[in-house]
């Protein structure tokens, strides 16, 4: 704690001072929220102070309470008596976790059966936990808010798919607008009558009077929210053969979802639900919720689709983040975070970044991101083994639960902390992730990783600068001036790596002291 309070002395200049040590931040330090849907029941305890949360505890029971709920109007007797176990288990961690009261909602299984305030009460009188039954007007919102949690200020169109149920939100400039909702959940529709072809035309139908609704509009990006989607997602990896299994942020068109479509209707669901790793009771599903994915995406007409694996449990956070929070960039805050928390000098990340972007002087808003968020990170992995060290902060960055990144940004970042430390990737076992990005990008990570491997040898302290890089290319001539403080430290090793980056610039190393 003695580090992460001296960070207080810092200027943090552009970055912004941390809210992560905040009062309002702290209590956010462990959150616990309980979604019983109408296909599973799932506790997530987060550890929400750094803007983009880490999951520190997260299970799911697959329940099916809303299973038969079109033709009795109850809840499902056997998945009711599962929800409960689930939520008496749920409340005993919550007490061993000393995170109570857990916030706890019910979606479209619970509010539309007859016994739901029954259930309610049961749920009350055996656990203690207020479960609050919510209309699809607020799992609308809440579900939207989830998407603002990874995408802060985005616009758009929020989809999400439960097992009774489906939302719609629109998103502009950061909030949430017009919402409506409908039976379109996968459990609903496998019990409509009169076979296929009868599904398709209800689906058809509801999804024009959604569109109606929604005000007509089209062309905009889609946000996919709910296990359905990210199940379709995971398919199309597996059709795909693509490389990075990370399903949020994960893009298709229009065009690879009418492949994974056809896909999917020609496989054996068994062998296809083997292959994805995908449960017995999520993979049944799945083609019902293909056919509304289809019709979604033939009346909508988006102009690209992004699955978020942030939905209402993550908008249950979103709703108890202070302002000043929610308008952080998640990225950075949490790489801030993991600075404070793991690095060896915490606050040197700001001054890193400073030495390094004059070799970025066309880099946009978005590239800056990636810049500042690779040296905030360029330390936190240093306790692992060194002869693993650079693949462990390449997984770290490709697999972190990261918010604000696209796929390519998620290796642009974890090659560039590669290249900190080593310089052989080429024969890396990485290299079908390398494929992701162009040249000019692979080119850039190691511009950006071997100027962090040159900086991280020039420490003097947190808060001082050692020195500056001026780069001119026209002149062909990297010109590294140094402080007196940090002269001791331009040695042998620390020449040879600015000998290193000197060369990827194509450019003749100069050295000068000030006085």
Same mark, same amino acid.
């Given at each position: ?158 989809? *999400? ?6 939302? !719609?939100?629109? &998103?502009? =400039?950061? %909030?949430?607008?017009? $919402?409506?909702? /409908? ?52 398919? *199309? ?6 490389? !990075?299994?990370? &399903?949020? =942020?994960? %893009?298709?068109?229009? $065009?690879?979802? /009418? ?257």
């Amino acid at each position: 704690m003695t580090q992460m309070r001296d960070l207080d002395t810092i200027d943090w200049g552009p970055f912004g001072r941390p809210l992560f040590q905040d009062a309002a931040a702290l209590r956010l330090k462990r959150v616990g929220v309980i979604d019983v849907g109408s296909n599973s029941v799932r506790l997530v305890v987060f550890d929400g102070a750094a803007r983009s949360p880490a999951y520190f505890y997260n299970e799911k029971i697959m329940c099916a309470l809303g299973a038969g709920l079109s033709e009795t109007g109850h809840l499902n007797l056997e998945g009711r008596k599962r929800a409960l176990a689930a939520i008496r288990r749920f409340a005993a961690l919550a007490e061993g976790m000393d995170i109570t009261p857990l916030t706890a909602v019910a979606t479209a299984a619970v509010r539309e059966a007859s016994d739901g305030q029954d259930f309610r009460a049961e749920v009350r009188r055996e656990t203690g936990i207020d479960l609050w039954i919510i209309d699809g007007q607020e799992e609308a919102r809440l579900s939207a808010q989830g998407v603002l949690l990874g995408w802060p200020g985005s616009y758009g169109l929020v989809c *999400d798919i439960g097992g009774s149920s489906l939302e !719609l939100a629109d &998103l502009a =400039e950061g %909030r949430v607008g017009r $919402r409506v909702t /409908s039976a379109l959940g996968p459990l609903k529709l496998r019990e409509i009558k009169g076979g296929r072809k009868a599904m398709k035309a209800y689906v058809r139908e509801t999804m024009e009077r959604l569109h109606a609704d929604m005000g007509h509009e089209t062309g905009k990006r889609l946000f996919l929210v709910g296990g359905s989607w990210r199940a379709i997602a995971r398919v *199309d990896m597996e059709r795909r053969e693509y490389p !990075l299994t990370v &399903l949020h =942020e994960y %893009r298709m068109s229009s $065009r690879q979802i /009418s492949k994974t479509a056809e896909y999917i209707r020609q496989s054996d669901l068994q062998e296809l639900r083997s292959r994805c790793n995908i449960s017995d009771s999520r993979m049944s599903l799945v083609p019902y919720a293909t056919i509304v994915l289809k019709e979604l995406m033939r009346v909508f007409k988006p102009k690209d689709v992004t699955v978020s694996s942030y939905g209402i449990r993550e908008g249950m956070l979103y709703e108890q983040m202070p302002r000043a929070l929610r308008e952080r960039d998640p990225l950075i805050e949490a790489c801030r975070f993991a600075e404070a928390k793991d690095a060896r000098l915490p606050g040197f990340g700001r001054v890193l970044y400073d030495f390094v972007k004059p070799l970025f002087p066309r880099a946009n808003w978005q590239r800056k991101r990636i810049i500042k968020a690779a040296c905030l990170l360029h330390d936190v992995s240093w306790r692992a083994h060194p002869d693993y060290r650079a693949e462990v902060t390449f997984d770290n960055a490709t697999r972190a639960n990261l918010g604000g990144l696209k796929h390519y940004e998620r290796v642009l970042l974890g090659l560039a902390l590669m290249n900190r430390y080593t310089s052989k990737t080429a024969k890396s076992r990485f290299q079908p992730l390398f494929e992701m990005l162009n040249s000019d990008q692979i080119r850039e990570a190691e511009i950006l990783g071997k100027a962090m491997r040159l900086g991280a040898m020039l420490w003097v302290s947190a808060d001082e600068v050692p020195g500056d890089l001026k780069w001119s290319p026209k002149a062909q001539e990297l010109r590294l001036t140094l402080t007196e403080n940090a002269r001791p430290l331009f040695g042998e090793v620390a020449e040879a790596r600015f000998a290193a980056l000197a060369n990827v610039l194509e450019s003749k190393p100069v050295v000068r002291f000030r006085k």
